[in-house]
């Protein structure tokens, strides 16, 4: 077995010893990066403990930038992996300490990289719920189109109505232009209500209730769309975890041989027909 060969094994696959002790690491490592940025924020341990947090970023930082080159080196196609989304997230979770050299203050925004402790579910043998998290993800993605028109027709509703506030209701009572008035319309809409503007005018409270009722009426809507949608994935085929030894993807058909992102063989206990074996 090549040295790519094992090095895949380790750091993209979770069914060995060694390969879970890799993640579980990575994972020690991310919560690390993550306390000390939260830490450093607060003044008094920044003022005392600031040169300390500041060299133990760098040093988990270099072993990301390492680990990510590791990634690459291993993988047939990283240019389909980069593309993918734990590519894109492993990339972000090196980019802002590297841009706090340009940027002061961008390393905040090492917190990402809590998406990245993804990968330990399959380590904890948790796959069934990373896998319903994609179904949700899928339902969500499939009904985009109605939720979008539900929205945008939500948004004309409460445009409509905050715009008759603003003329009904005094500059005083906080509906001083339509964008304001369009937040109180969002924010009485969805029955939270603030309260830091109130209608004082009957026919504007007339309004007001209209609105909340509206809120109440409609909110279901969206969750019985998405709904649907859960249900109908529920009844699709479910698919396989196993990383693809090109690009590093997963979320592959349980009985496919070929990568459908790249093409590369998947079954890596048989050898490719017609290929070099």
């Known amino acids: 077995m090549g040295i790519k060969t094992r090095l895949f094994h380790i750091i993209f696959e979770s069914d060995t010893r060694l390969a879970k002790g890799f993640d579980i690491c990575l994972a020690l490592l991310i919560f690390l990066s993550v306390g000390i940025i939260l830490l450093d924020s607060v003044p008094e341990y920044h003022d005392r403990f600031g040169e300390i947090f500041y060299a133990l970023e760098w040093g988990v930082t270099l072993l990301f930038t390492v680990e990510l080159g590791l990634r690459i080196y291993c993988l047939e196609k990283p240019k389909l992996y980069l593309k993918s989304f734990y590519g894109v ?29 993804l990968r330990l579910f399959r380590v904890l043998e948790m796959m069934a719920l990373v896998g319903e998290g994609r179904l949700l993800m899928d339902a969500l993605v499939r009904s985009r189109d109605q939720i979008l028109l539900f929205l945008f027709t939500v948004l004309i509703l409460v445009t409509i109505f905050s715009s008759l506030l603003y003329l009904i209701e005094p500059a005083e009572a906080g509906f001083s232009s339509i964008p304001k008035s369009i937040y109180w319309g969002i924010v009485t809409l969805t029955t939270v209500g603030y309260g830091d503007i109130t209608p004082v005018t009957s026919w504007g409270q007339f309004i007001s209730m209209m609105i909340m009722l509206t809120g109440y009426s409609i909110i279901a809507l969206p969750a019985g769309v998405f709904s649907a949608e859960v249900i109908r994935a529920l009844r699709a085929e479910r698919y396989s975890d196993e990383a693809c030894p090109g690009c590093g993807k997963h979320r592959h058909e349980t009985d496919a041989r070929y990568c459908k992102y790249c093409g590369t063989w998947l079954d890596e206990e048989r050898p490719e027909p017609g290929g070099s074996g």
Do not use: K, N, S, Y
């Open 89 to 117: 997230i492993d990339v972000l979770a090196v980019l802002p300490t590297w841009l706090a050299l340009l940027f002061p203050g961008a390393q905040t925004l090492v917190v990402v990289r809590l998406l990245r402790t």
